[in-house]
């Protein structure tokens, strides 16, 4: 079995269709690849998707196609269309289908002049040249089985043909002798004596003798021409060269000003193009001197040169009806038998040295050759922070070799980047892979596609499992999703219902309807797809060494809201499948509740804040969460020491302005008032369901009558006696340092101590029945006293003190 044979079956076996290459590994160029996707697209040709992480670039996104095109039926295919036009990657495909082909893949090609949409390099098309190229140097060359190579452009073009070169005469013209003295000139048949009688008569001296008299005149001599042609199938420049075109290049030759142009007819189309080392033989049909933009009949080719260049003249006197021939000669190249040539912008890697280099990250379009022959069409997307990066010149270079390959070059890259491919059971026709950086394909002037032109039958002969992502984090789920082609790769319908099976030590299953869920196996995990004959793999990895982000970060929401919070996890760069409910959710509970879904549920309170947890594998993450507005503004606050407690327990509802958006802080407040507050600290707290305490100053009609049944209930109030509780009393301070002794007792709450041992010069006005707790709330920093020293323990509370040590108490309280 010879190499290539045994490459074919390795890829068979290896290959079966939708296999996924995942982990961890490091790739020169590119850097950390976390995952890399392979599918099966035709016989020896595979599609390859990569996720990496830079380490100075971050993260990057590559798409290649290894394909073993020598002696198959899948064949590469440059696309020129008109040289001047340009197309999208979509349109190259539609206009080769249209003519009877199937596109497997195709990138885009050479860099291109945006002007004029002509090509950097040398183009062939099927042996036939569509363009010389503007500054032609290297091309990926193919030969009739489809070999590629690179190979180096050393064309000359020729022109030899016969013009009419003006040349000057010289004739002698026969003359009468003047005469002299009156003597008229003799008629020239007067005989001889009558000139010998003239003569005697005459003295012989005296006769002047006369000039010879000739005659100029300007003949049109036919001469052989040669010249060297500059360019063919490219716009007028700067050099002043002999330019070719023929119907390839556009409609007409484009060209402005004064020009030298001669058609030439060359009998049909196909003599209209040149081939290397080819001769092509065509007639003078007309010469246009000073006429510009010729037209190009589909035989015609056409001669032309600017009216000042140094070939003008010459080009101006070919000669109609003439013939000229035009040769492509070869000089020392390997060009002779190429089928395909597509020109390349620089050779980054050949013969095991690096050509060219850069660290300028862009979109790249690259080919690779591998030892073998193999084929390597590759794209790599960038300009897109977050999604992919690109690479420099060197890096790209770098990461080709690390694939195998042994001679790289790079194409248009940037916004022309693009890369379609027609999937296995997928796709009936290529569709783009990558993202274009400006977020369409771009046009450009020609493309390398892989193509063949025989249809298949209906059978089913591949089956193809895709998996809906190439990583898992244990307990996700992943969709597996498969798919039949014919012995072309083109889909057809599935013999079959699926069955799928995964190794069940594994801890991963799978389901009928080809739900995988991934165990707590850390690696991969092969699942087993098969319908009728037909059988396949596909591979799930799977990690738990992840981070992850919430679709928030902190959260105001309205009191009795909901909340559905969103987990997105990745291992390193790359996204990895997850569930919210693989991870733990908590929150304060003072916010509200969280269910193991990561679905909040807000409290009724208003102006309450507080966090929600989200935890995996050890790391916790914290989202603030804000029910309600966080501070409530007064119009009367918005300068008092008081302004940030009165507006954060406005905002949760424990106290209310006074009318008109004021809210009186210097006011005195009553018992019922205050005890009011207290009550309205406690989420939830239904008062409705105290106890009647029976004071008679406390009717059932008033807003404060459960507020007081439920402190007189709790131990938090007494009243003045048995049957008086003086509601609308202003409190005092020791009164209200009572009652928040008496609240944190009722609620279990153990204060400490945080500044013991304080006294007040007025302490021994402080009522007996109140000196404990005083201590106790002054001790925490709930109640402090006053500049000059004093407590005031009988002086009445202000609105804005009993919003203050509410506050603090809150938030001792947690």
């Known amino acids: 079995m010879n190499r290539r044979r045994l490459t074919a079956v390795v890829l068979a076996i290896t290959m079966l269709s939708g296999i996924f290459l995942t982990g961890f590994t490091f790739q020169q160029g590119i850097g950390n690849v976390y995952y890399e996707t392979q599918s099966e697209i035709y016989?020896?040709?595979?599609?390859?998707?990569?996720?990496?992480?830079?380490?100075?670039?971050?993260?990057?996104?590559?798409?290649?196609?290894?394909?073993?095109?020598?002696?198959?039926?899948?064949?590469?295919?440059?696309?020129?269309?008109?040289?001047?036009?340009?197309?999208?990657?979509?349109?190259?495909?539609?206009?080769?289908?249209?003519?009877?082909?199937?596109?497997?893949?195709?990138?885009?090609g050479d860099i291109y002049d945006t002007a004029s949409g002509t090509p950097k390099g040398l183009t062939i098309h099927n042996g036939k040249i569509k363009t010389s190229g503007y500054a032609p140097e290297y091309v990926i060359s193919f030969n009739e089985s489809g070999a590629a190579s690179l190979e180096k452009v050393s064309l000359g073009y020729t022109l030899k043909g016969t013009i009419n070169v003006p040349t000057v005469v010289t004739t002698p013209v026969s003359e009468p002798v003047q005469p002299t003295d009156g003597i008229q000139p003799t008629d020239a048949t007067q005989s001889e004596e009558s000139l010998q009688s003239a003569d005697e008569t005459q003295p012989v001296d005296s006769i002047e003798p006369t000039e010879p008299v000739v005659a100029q005149q300007t003949v049109y001599v036919p001469t052989p021409y040669n010249a060297d042609i500059g360019f063919f199938n490219v716009p007028h420049g700067a050099a002043k060269a002999l330019h070719l075109y023929n119907r390839q290049y556009a409609s007409s030759t484009k060209t402005a000003g004064k020009t030298v142009e001669v058609i030439l007819d060359a009998g049909s189309p196909e003599n209209a193009e040149l081939t290397v080392g080819?001769?092509?033989?065509?007639?003078?049909?007309?010469?246009?001197?000073?006429?510009?933009?010729?037209?190009?009949?589909?035989?015609?080719?056409?001669?032309?040169?600017?009216?000042?260049?140094?070939?003008?003249?010459?080009?101006?006197?070919?000669?109609?009806?003439?013939?000229?021939?035009?040769?492509?000669?070869?000089?020392?190249?390997?060009?002779?038998?190429?089928k395909e040539a597509i020109g390349v912008y620089y050779v980054l890697y050949d013969k095991g040295q690096f050509k060219s280099g850069g660290t300028n990250l862009n979109p790249r379009t690259v080919i690779g050759i591998?030892?073998?022959?193999?084929?390597?069409?590759?794209?790599?997307?960038?300009?897109?922070?977050?999604?992919?990066?690109?690479?420099?010149?060197?890096?790209?270079?770098?990461?080709?070799?690390?694939?195998?390959?042994?001679?790289v070059v790079n194409m248009d890259g940037g916004g022309s980047s693009v890369m379609a491919v027609r999937e296995g059971g997928i796709n009936s026709k290529a569709v783009a892979k990558n993202s274009p950086s400006g977020k369409?394909?771009?046009?450009?002037?020609?493309?390398?596609?892989?193509?063949?032109?025989?249809?298949?039958?209906?059978?089913?002969?591949?089956?193809?499992?895709?998996?809906?992502?190439?990583?898992?984090?244990?307990?996700?789920?992943?969709?597996?999703?498969?798919?039949?082609?014919?012995?072309?790769?083109?889909p057809v319908p599935l013999p079959n219902g699926v069955e799928y099976r995964v190794d069940s030590n594994s801890g991963s299953s799978v389901d009928g309807n080809g739900l995988f869920t991934a165990g707590n196996t850390i690696g991969t995990a092969v699942i087993e797809a098969a319908s009728g004959d037909l059988r396949t793999t596909a591979k799930v990895d799977i990690q738990n060494n992840i981070t992850f982000t919430t679709n928030v970060q902190n959260i105001?929401?309205?009191?009795?809201?909901?909340?559905?919070i969103n987990v997105t996890a990745k291992f390193g760069f790359a996204p990895i499948a997850s569930k919210d409910s693989l991870f733990t959710w908590t929150c304060d509970p003072v916010v509200g509740t969280i269910d193991g879904n990561g679905y909040f549920q807000a409290t009724n309170q208003s102006g309450i804040s507080g966090n929600i947890y989200v935890e995996y594998n050890g790391v916790k993450q914290t989202i603030p969460v804000q029910v309600g507005a966080a501070s409530i503004n007064f119009a009367d606050t918005a300068t008092h020491w008081a302004r940030d407690y009165i507006g954060k327990?406005?905002?949760?509802?424990?106290?209310?302005?006074?009318?008109?958006?004021?809210?009186?802080?210097?006011?005195?407040?009553?018992?019922?008032?205050?005890?009011?507050?207290?009550?309205?600290?406690?989420?939830?707290l239904d008062v409705t369901q105290a106890t009647p305490a029976g004071f008679a100053d406390v009717p059932a009609t008033e807003w404060y009558y459960n507020y007081v049944n439920w402190g007189f209930e709790k131990g938090i109030v007494k009243g003045l006696d048995e049957t008086t509780f003086a509601p609308n009393e202003k409190i005092t301070r020791e009164q209200m340092a009572t009652m928040l002794d008496n609240f944190t007792k009722s609620t279990d709450f153990v204060l400490p101590e945080t500044n013991p041992g304080v006294s007040f010069k007025d302490?021994?006005?402080?009522s007996p029945w109140a000196v404990d707790s005083v201590n106790k709330i002054v001790s925490l920093g709930i109640i402090g006293g006053y500049p000059e020293g004093d407590f005031k323990p009988q002086g009445n509370a202000t609105r804005a003190e009993a919003a203050t040590v509410t506050y603090k108490l809150l938030m001792i309280r947690g």
Not at 447 to 458: C, P, T
Not at 556 to 564: E, S
Not at 656 to 672: C, E, H, I, K, V
Not at 763 to 766: A, F, K, N, P, V
């Open 556 to 564: 105001t929401i309205d009191p009795g809201k909901t909340f559905d």
């Open 43 to 108: 016989d020896n040709a595979s599609y390859h998707e990569q996720l990496a992480g830079h380490s100075a670039n971050g993260i990057e996104r590559a798409y290649f196609v290894n394909a073993d095109t020598q002696g198959t039926d899948l064949k590469p295919y440059v696309f020129e269309g008109e040289v001047t036009g340009t197309y999208t990657m979509d349109t190259m495909i539609s206009s080769l289908e249209s003519q009877g082909y199937k596109v497997v893949a195709g990138i885009n």
């Open 370 to 407: 591998k030892p073998d022959g193999t084929l390597m069409l590759y794209v790599l997307d960038g300009r897109q922070p977050g999604f992919s990066a690109g690479l420099g010149l060197t890096d790209v270079a770098r990461h080709l070799v690390a694939l195998g390959c042994s001679t």
């Open 278 to 338: 080819g001769t092509i033989t065509a007639t003078v049909a007309e010469v246009r001197n000073g006429n510009c933009n010729t037209p190009i009949g589909d035989n015609q080719l056409v001669l032309s040169t600017a009216g000042d260049s140094a070939y003008a003249v010459q080009l101006a006197q070919l000669i109609p009806g003439s013939t000229v021939e035009i040769s492509v000669y070869d000089w020392g190249g390997n060009l002779t038998n190429s």
């Open 763 to 766: 302490s021994s006005l402080i």
């Open 649 to 684: 327990l406005a905002a949760r509802g424990v106290v209310t302005g006074m009318g008109n958006n004021f809210y009186l802080p210097d006011d005195s407040l009553t018992r019922a008032q205050f005890l009011t507050m207290l009550a309205k600290t406690i989420h939830d």
């Open 440 to 490: 369409s394909q771009r046009k450009t002037t020609n493309g390398l596609l892989l193509v063949y032109d025989q249809r298949g039958d209906s059978d089913a002969k591949h089956l193809h499992t895709y998996p809906s992502q190439p990583l898992a984090m244990p307990g996700a789920d992943i969709k597996l999703t498969t798919y039949a082609s014919n012995g072309k790769y083109e």
